[in-house]
């Protein structure tokens, strides 16, 4: 635990990539250390940044509905992003950032919790673990990559725009259900 503390102070100071200059608050992550799985999204967005805690404004809301729907909440999972800091406008996170943050960051978060699962939300999580994902063919689906394990899934804020997605996330978390129960017997 000490350690992730120590990771997350490193975190909330780092200035290695041009998001440092947009940020009200960088939002390292928040969860249990011991958690089985971890949930990763793309970015920090507004409320995010604001309170520098991860996934609390509407695509939080939806999250935990999805975790709900599933019988589970959010204080199971290990919960943060590709990049800890909210790009300007809301615009993605570019390459070179996000090869910064998970080389400084994201893979020592993983190294630390050493998650059975990590639940990729969206394409820009499962590219940066993955290299290149196809999400409509892909979702739902476990993959494995240097002993690690991955499920795909879209991210909230596309499920709460579109009706579509919004039934495959809800498919695809009865699947993860599924597979985290086999992970915890
Ligand atoms: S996004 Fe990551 S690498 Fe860039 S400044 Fe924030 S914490 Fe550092």
């Keep these: 635990m000490a350690s992730l503390i120590r990771l997350h102070e490193g975190i909330c100071r780092c200035t290695a990539c041009p998001l440092a200059c947009s940020r009200h608050h960088a ?7 011991s958690a089985r799985a971890m949930l990763v999204g793309e970015a920090p967005g507004r409320e995010e940044d604001e309170l520098g ?4 404004g509407r695509s939080g809301r939806f999250l935990e509905m999805v975790l709900a729907a599933i019988g589970r909440t959010r204080a199971e999972f290990f919960i943060t992003s590709s990049v800890k800091c909210r790009p300007p406008r809301n615009r993605q ?8 943050c998970n080389s400084l960051w994201l893979s020592k978060q993983v190294a ?4 059975k699962l990590i639940v990729c939300l969206g394409r820009v999580s499962a590219q940066t673990f993955l290299g290149t ?8 689906t476990v993959i494995i990559k240097d002993r690690q394990a991955y499920f795909i899934t879209y991210h909230p804020a596309a499920g709460m725009r579109f009706p579509k997605i919004r039934e495959a996330m809800i ?3 009865s699947a993860l259900d599924r597979i985290l129960q086999k992970k915890q017997s």
């Design 53 to 56: 805690l991860p996934f609390v």
């Design 112 to 115: 630390l919790i050493r998650p």
């Design 93 to 100: 996170p570019r390459p070179g950032e996000l090869e910064t």
């Design 171 to 173: 498919a695809d978390f």
């Design 27 to 33: 939002v390292p992550g928040a969860g249990p250390v």
């Design 133 to 140: 994902v196809d999400l409509r063919t892909q979702h739902g």
